[in-house]
């Protein structure tokens, strides 16, 4: 086959170092840019022939998110926006990791295994982030579905959700919306000024929202659509890549981690601000009190603000519809306490990683998903969407059941229901702030976090753990998850459990309880007992104090 010719001419441009292991995980493949332009190819070649499987659009997105600047990497898109099914992640750790002479006969076991029709069209998307390594690695994926006889079309710097996006709106034949950057930026800004309606007499000081774009892309497309916003949000942009170096003591992930304001932002007490990381994906909010303390809004306190405003439009609107919010067993007690307890929502827990919540949140008429770390996003079933559809239809209904039917149908439109997206949220949350005519001190009042701990214990080989119950206990080693219980029952609003890592041989100890020297004390005995019987190497775990 005369492209498998120019797979061999293309390949020999783009060689793979001798020896070099990758596996494509949650985040795709993600390390040292220096190392990836034959996975980029490679990567371009896996697209075309997920396109051709699926007879749909793929996308292609070259970033490495939160990473430091001197990191890239890449993650495939599919048909719907999602991320890429998991079979096919192991044909890109196969295609990655073949040595350079033996990469057409792994094409073709792939191309015989999927029974793939070389004669249909392929179509691919590609996009990628402001990183310096990433023009010429997005060119590598373009050189990649060139060579299999794909059709191409590179979006330039955009947002990841922005690419997932696209791929939705292509493959729903423009159903979704219009696959264009401009297209996103219409329909997500023409449903905030609808949503932006139902608030009264807002002043100056309660539309200003300060954003910190981890100088980022994220930066440069909230700059874009800005002007699609009008009056109804005042942006103060820090952080846009103008001049300091991305994710670096910036953006949503060192906010999360370090529990403290990004440098180079400029606020006064009680503003209002967010921290998007580098790729967009996930979005915090903060401020900081009269005494300067900081506070953190996390995407447990997201989840339970957007989970409690679409069940109050629920009720106003006579919809029964079951609404779910999905959490990890890293979310914070009080969260799913409040959300149980006191809005009376189902609340289902499940593993942690984007895929497993996004999943899960499936199951639902309406599912809201957000990990601690701000990625996140809500799902509506069709069946929903088309009974909101229907009541904001019906002329026979009051006012109130009207109104409500209007806003939800706006909250569909203001959401990227495919993937988590920060501008999309930061969207979403000022709209319901402003609906509510809620501050942001009031938004953290809703519950307050039980003080919590998270710290790592090395061990010889993590597969020693196994877990169940959404990770939440213990199966292996023996006598692990008896000492937990034994441990928690000493504190009060005690809570603890431990999962291997997904990419090192640690195991990961997380414990809350009523204060913070207890939730210190809790994770520093449950990190004895982790390195005392489940293989811990290195020095014993030291108290925190």
């Known amino acids: 086959m005369a ?23 949650t985040a795709g493949f993600r390390t040292s840019a220096n190392q990836l332009d034959h996975i980029m190819f490679r990567m371009g070649l896996l697209a075309t022939l997920r396109s051709k499987k699926t007879k749909a659009t793929i996308g292609v997105m070259v970033t490495a998110s939160h990473n430091p600047e001197e990191d890239n990497g890449v993650k495939l898109i599919d048909p719907m926006g999602e991320m890429l099914t998991s079979s096919w992640e192991g044909f890109a750790t196969q295609l990655a990791n073949t040595e350079q002479d033996k990469l057409l006969p792994a094409l073709k076991d792939i191309i015989e295994k999927e029974a793939i029709d070389m004669t249909q069209e392929a179509n691919v998307f590609v996009g990628k982030d402001t990183r310096s390594s990433s023009a010429s690695l997005s060119q590598a994926v373009l050189d990649g579905v060139k060579a299999l006889g794909g059709h191409s079309k590179d979006y330039g710097l955009v947002t990841t959700p922005q690419l997932h996006y ?11 919306g219009e696959a264009t950057v401009e297209g996103y930026y219409r329909k997500l800004s023409q449903a905030f000024s609808q949503l932006a309606r139902n608030a009264s007499n807002r002043t100056d000081d309660q539309k200003h929202l300060s954003v910190d774009g981890a100088n980022g892309i994220g930066a440069i497309k909230v700059r874009e659509m800005e002007s699609h916003l009008k009056k109804d949000l005042q942006l103060s942009i820090f952080n846009d890549g103008s001049r300091g170096k991305l994710n670096h003591q910036c953006g949503a992930d060192f906010v ?38 900081f506070h953190l809004l996390d995407g447990d306190k997201i989840a339970t603000l957007i989970s409690t405003f679409l069940k109050e439009l629920l009720n106003e609107a006579g919809l029964d ?43 639902f008429d309406i599912g809201v998903y957000f990990e601690a770390n701000g990625h996140g996003t ?27 039917a209007f806003l939800l149908q706006n909250t569909i439109n203001i959401i990227n229901q495919t993937v988590g997206d920060a501008i999309s949220d930061m969207l979403l949350i000022e709209a319901i702030l402003a609906i509510k005519g809620m501050t942001v001190q009031q938004w953290d009042a809703i519950y307050s ?87 811990g190497v290195g020095g014993e775990p030291k108290p925190l104090h």
């Open 378 to 404: 809500v799902l509506f079933s069709d069946g929903a969407e088309e009974k909101i559809q229907q009541l904001a239809n019906d002329t026979n209904i009051n006012d109130e059941r009207k109104k409500a």
């Open 3 to 25: 492209h498998f010719k120019e797979v061999s001419e293309q390949s020999d441009l783009h060689p793979k170092p001798a020896g070099l292991i990758l596996q494509y995980g």
């Open 256 to 293: 999360k981690v370090q529990q403290k304001l990004p440098t180079g932002i400029k606020i006064n007490p009680g503003d209002r601000c967010c921290s998007f990381d580098g790729d967009a994906d996930r979005i915090v909010y903060y401020y900081t009190d009269s005494q300067r303390h």
């Open 449 to 535: 976090d039980l003080p919590n701990r998270q710290l790592k214990v090395k061990v010889s080989d993590r597969r020693v753990i196994d877990t169940t119950d959404a990770e939440r206990r213990a199966v292996t080693p023996a006598g692990l998850q008896e000492a937990i219980d034994n441990l928690v029952k000493k504190y009060r609003q005690a809570r603890s459990f431990v999962r291997p890592s997904g990419t090192e041989d640690v195991v990961r100890v997380y414990a809350e309880a009523d204060t913070q020297e207890n939730a210190d004390a809790l994770a520093h005995e449950v990190s004895l007992a982790v390195y005392g019987l489940a293989g």
């Open 166 to 176: 696209m791929v939705c709106c292509q493959n729903t034949q423009g159903k979704y």
């Open 321 to 363: 519809l079951k609404i779910a919010v999905v959490q990890t067993a890293y979310a914070n007690g009080s969260s799913t306490h409040y959300l149980e307890n006191t809005m009376k929502v189902t609340v289902k827990c499940t593993k942690t990683g984007v895929k497993h919540l996004h999943h899960a949140a499936q199951e």
